[in-house]
């Protein structure tokens, strides 16, 4: 079992649509939590962090993250064509640097 | 000027030569980090430091050395380059917070190709 498990995709929503993107993890002693959105050919880049159980929204983002049950979720309100890209999670799993999930990658269809 | 840059940008070398990569950041930070990155594979974590005197290796260092030369620069070294080392190279910073691992800042990638 991998530590961090994400869904590859594409997932493929309308524009104007909710995108729901999900990540699993393995170790019960993780802490933070963090979301990175990667385009194609460029490197990671912060959408969202949360560490404690529950929500927490940014804008059109949304973090959920439910410990019991090992998992961190985003959403994303308003799907935009320019959200298209990769989403990558990322949690510490108490090895002093983050574990990240293999990325999930979004299609916002125009 | 960006916060974490990456020297080369990209870069095509041969089977069994050496190559650096460097990375210099002017965030400040005390941790760096070197991942590699792979279609399909997400981030793997080379070696990480701490400070200059706190590297350790992540989950995939066979292959890889680093140095850290000073609190902003961290380079990591392919002794004999083989074409599985072909993949996008990160070099990453994040700050000391306490135990819980903060957000890591991406410098803009090495591409490395070894034919």
């Known amino acids: 079992q991998k530590e961090v498990e994400q869904n590859s995709g594409p997932l493929s929503v309308p524009e104007g649509a909710i995108a729901s993107l999900n990540c699993t993890y393995s170790d019960r002693g993780s802490q933070s939590f963090f979301w990175y959105r990667q385009y194609s050919g460029k490197s990671p880049e912060l959408i969202m962090s949360?560490?404690?159980?529950g929500d927490k929204e940014d804008g059109r983002f949304t973090a959920q993250l439910n410990k019991a049950s090992q998992y961190v979720s985003l959403l994303i309100r308003d799907s935009q064509p320019s959200d298209s890209a990769t989403y990558l999670c990322?949690?510490?799993?108490?090895?002093?640097?983050?574990?990240f999930g293999s990325g999930t990658r979004l299609q916002v269809q125009p | 000027d960006a916060d974490v840059t990456q020297t080369p940008r990209n870069r095509i070398t041969k089977t069994g030569k050496r190559i650096m990569l460097e990375c210099s950041q002017t965030?400040?930070?005390?941790?760096m980090y070197w991942y590699r990155q792979d279609p399909g594979l997400g981030l793997r974590l080379i070696y990480y430091s701490f400070d200059v005197k706190d590297i350790n290796k992540g989950e995939i260092s066979d292959g890889y050395s680093v140095s850290r030369q000073a609190q902003a620069k961290f380079s990591l070294s392919l002794e004999s380059a083989i074409p599985n080392q072909t993949a996008l190279y990160f070099c990453?910073?994040?700050?000391?917070?306490?135990?819980?691992?903060?957000?890591?800042?991406f410098g803009p990638g090495t591409r490395l190709t070894v034919l």
């Open positions: 965030k400040g930070h005390d941790r």
């Open positions: 949360i560490y404690s159980n």
């Open positions: 990322a949690v510490d799993t108490g090895r002093r640097a983050l574990t």
């Open positions: 990453a910073t994040s700050d000391q917070t306490g135990k819980v691992t903060d957000t890591q800042y």
